[in-house]
């Protein structure tokens, strides 16, 4: 059985697509990355599936609970962890008196273990705390009973790099112990450090579904490579090279080749491209120059993002047309469910 299974869910708000027609699976022990630009529908599908607002259409089950059905959820979300995207705190008690009473309702069987690693000041009132310590806070609250299933929106927001850090570190402890991960994230770096696949939601609709090192490896290389003496970008449009410039000049058209000057008197071009092929023919085809100096490096996973979020390319691989929707939903304003959330958490 898998620990999240949604099958077409929709969420409308009155008018407004919160995310449609998302279709996704998450198995146990699997860390799950649901990136999406400002707006894409992370919060709308994570609030619906921790079910603080229902859905338009579609199903969803969290755990074997079905997210419509509020007692199985109930008993559910006792293996559950949520970390919402703005915890919202009473702000006039302290940090204590909040674990507390989160113990109290869901259990606390790791809170000092947890507190090692983020130590908010506890005996200060929430209202006082930065935006970081609000965090750790939440983080905190979220696992000290242990859950089977943490829930995250955007979990790092707030942490300061070091934290970050520390707490992706944790994230993949805990993978190790067995437990699964669904946390929505705009950060792609993080996304990478500790996703095992990732889903793209993109006006909410899922773009893309798949490993993280099969979408690099179709993303490619990139390549940079200085040559001694003049060469146009032609000369390298060999197979599996994208994007060819030359000295900084594009491929496409009549583009003058400018050299460079290494300062001994010599002109050398750097030729620059993303390339996709074996790494054979392309050594190969780099040995017929006077190699100067060259780097072959991953692209960075934020030219991939604009490669699904870029109006061109995205649209290429949406798999649903975007037409707007007139009709099925529920015309139901939806209002912020915030107090039934900050009672959880
Ligand atoms: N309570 C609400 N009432 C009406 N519209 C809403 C509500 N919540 C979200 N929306 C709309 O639903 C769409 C998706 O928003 P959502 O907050 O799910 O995106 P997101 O991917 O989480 O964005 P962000 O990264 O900015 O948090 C947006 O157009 C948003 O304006």
Excluded: W
């Amino acid at each position: 059985m898998n620990v999240i299974e949604t099958t077409g869910l929709t969420k409308y708000y009155g008018e407004v697509r919160g995310v449609e027609d998302l279709s996704l699976s998450v198995g146990k022990g699997e860390v799950f990355g649901f990136l999406g630009p400002n707006g894409a529908g992370k919060t709308t599908t994570i609030r619906t599936l921790m079910g603080f607002q229902s859905p338009t259409e579609g199903t969803a089950t969290v755990l074997g609970a079905d997210i419509t059905d509020a007692a199985a959820l109930r008993d559910a979300r006792g293996r559950i962890g949520y970390l919402p995207s703005e915890p919202g705190f009473d702000e006039n008690v302290t940090g204590r008196r909040l674990l507390e009473y989160h113990g109290s309702l869901r259990g606390d069987v790791r809170s000092e273990e947890l507190l090692e690693l983020f130590d908010p000041p506890l005996d200060r009132k929430v209202g006082q705390y930065s935006r970081g310590n609000k965090q750790m806070l939440a983080i905190v609250m979220a696992f000290m009973h242990d859950p089977d299933l943490v829930v995250m929106d955007e979990p790092t927001s707030g942490l300061d790099p070091l934290k970050q850090d520390q707490f992706l570190e944790f994230i993949r402890a805990e993978q190790e112990r067995g437990k699964t991960f669904f946390f929505s994230s705009h950060i792609l770096s993080e996304v990478r450090k500790v996703c095992d696949r990732i889903g793209i939601i993109r006006n909410g609709h899922l773009v893309e579904l798949e490993n993280v090192e099969s979408l690099l490896d179709r993303t490619g290389k990139v390549v940079r490579a200085n040559v001694g003496g003049a060469v146009t970008a032609e000369e390298f449009a060999i197979e599996g090279a994208h994007d060819v410039t030359v000295s900084g000049e594009s491929a496409e058209g009549a583009a003058p080749v400018t050299t460079e000057s290494d300062g001994g008197g010599e002109d050398s071009t750097t030729v620059s491209f993303t390339y996709t092929g074996p790494y054979q023919p392309l050594l190969r085809h780099l040995l017929n120059y006077d190699l100067l100096e060259l780097a072959i490096e991953e692209a960075p996973l934020e030219d991939i993002f604009m490669r699904f979020y870029g109006d061109h390319d995205a649209e290429a691989v949406v798999e649903r047309v975007e037409n707007g929707r007139t009709d099925g939903h529920d015309g139901h304003e939806e209002t912020d469910s915030r107090n039934a959330e900050a009672a959880d958490v």
